[in-house]
């Protein structure tokens, strides 16, 4: 068995365990920002392929304690890195700390760098490059306060890559991020769906995908470990052509999305057309204070815009209160969920949330709210 670390935005832990489970780990323990499991490696080709959650799957390769910087070279230098990869090929080194006493990480990244080049001489006579922006394998250094664990990356790109994505608006959403927040909703394929400010329609293709049960690594991305000397190429052939077998035919899926930007729908339509996902998808524009629900209930899921500058917060707190007024008379029979790092949406909308999660996009803290417009009592005499 190895040992692995899968990250994940915070907050969707609990869901990474349950992707961890559909590939068939039973123990993993979850921790803030990812899930250590224990597994043999065609769960961890599988976690690649299969999991919507997950950003990158590592491959814990050494561990020991240290106080100052030598502890770590020597560390690095007694891992036995050309068991893993050639000389000829690339590597990118980067290093994380929490609550690590020693002054510079970029020294420690630069001797991490030299103990696996140092090795490398020792053991073939040949050192591997750095290439810091299409590395063949990447390595992670994890410091706490006193120990130091080292890391390949099995996934290579972030898996949120999913090479689908051709045109972006201002501030997408990360495709895992989306992929959890339509997880917490509920939303299940063949339940209407609406995003009524679909931006460059990131949840549209994620629940495209789902609904046509499209693993989200099987677009034609490669992954770190295929790079690696151990790669088992029939396992992950048999993975691949399991899960392209189970896809379904291209149909609508009663998932819908909007925007009052004409410029966001041209993206999401370029985007869905190039990863074949258009026909599930109704795409139009509108205005979300004036559009009608789709169907008589369902799932609207949307990530408005959060207000970083103090003139945006004034516009977002005139805003807030005709879209409570909107979703009270358009959406009612409907769960409507909100995902912001503005805490006051709640109260300007003049709206009790039923449920509010807590979420982070990269570093900003964020809320998936949930409010129940409960059909008969909103509509209009």
């Known amino acids: 068995m190895e040992k692995f670390f899968a990250t994940c935005p915070r907050g969707l832990e609990p869901l990474l365990v349950e992707d961890l489970a559909a590939v068939g780990v039973a123990d993993a323990k979850a921790v ?3 899930v250590h499991f224990a597994a043999e490696w065609p769960a961890c080709y599988a976690l690649n392929l299969h999991s919507r959650i997950a950003t990158r799957v590592l491959w814990r390769v050494a561990q020991g304690r240290y106080t100052r910087e030598d502890d770590i070279y020597n560390l690095a230098k007694d891992t036995p890195w050309p068991h893993w990869f050639a000389a000829r090929q690339t590597i990118r080194v980067d290093v994380v700390g929490v609550k690590c006493p020693l002054k510079s990480l970029e020294f420690i ?13 020792a053991d073939a006579n040949a050192r591997p490059t750095v290439d810091t922006r299409e590395p063949d394998v990447r390595i992670h250094g994890f410091l706490t306060a006193d120990e130091c664990t080292l890391y390949i990356d099995t996934s290579g790109a972030p898996l949120y890559q999913r090479g689908l994505r051709q045109k972006t608006v201002e501030a997408p959403l990360k495709e ?16 209407p769906l609406l995003d009524p400010m679909c931006g460059s329609g990131t949840f549209l293709a994620e629940a495209a995908q789902m609904a046509l049960n ?3 690594g099987a677009g034609g991305r490669s992954f770190g470990f295929q790079r690696l000397r151990n790669f088992q190429l029939e396992t992950w052939k048999d993975l691949l052509d399991a899960a392209q077998d189970a896809e379904k035919p291209v149909q609508h899926a009663q998932i819908y999305g909007s925007d009052i930007s004409p410029v966001s729908v041209r993206a999401a ?6 990863a074949g996902l258009l026909p599930a998808v109704t795409l139009s524009s509108g205005d979300i204070l004036e559009i009608e629900a789709p169907a008589e209930s369902g799932i609207m899921v949307a990530n408005p815009p ?8 004034e516009e977002l707190a005139v805003f807030y209160p005709p879209l409570g007024s909107a979703l009270k008379r358009n959406f009612a029979g409907w769960n409507c969920y909100l995902f912001t790092a503005d805490m006051r949406l709640p109260k300007l909308m003049r709206l009790t949330p039923s449920k509010k999660t807590p979420l982070f996009n990269g570093a900003i803290e964020c809320r998936l709210f949930e409010f129940k417009m409960v059909a008969g009592s909103n509509r209009p005499k």
């Open 176 to 191: 895992n991020l989306a992929a959890g927040i339509l997880r917490l909703t509920g939303w299940k394929p063949g339940v």
């Open 32 to 34: 803030p920002g990812g």
């Open 109 to 121: 990244t630069l001797r991490i760098k030299d103990a696996v080049c140092d090795r490398f001489r």
């Open 306 to 313: 959060y207000g970083e500058r103090l003139s945006e917060q």
């Open 269 to 274: 339509l370029a985007n869905l057309d190039r």
């Open 214 to 216: 499209i693993a989200p």
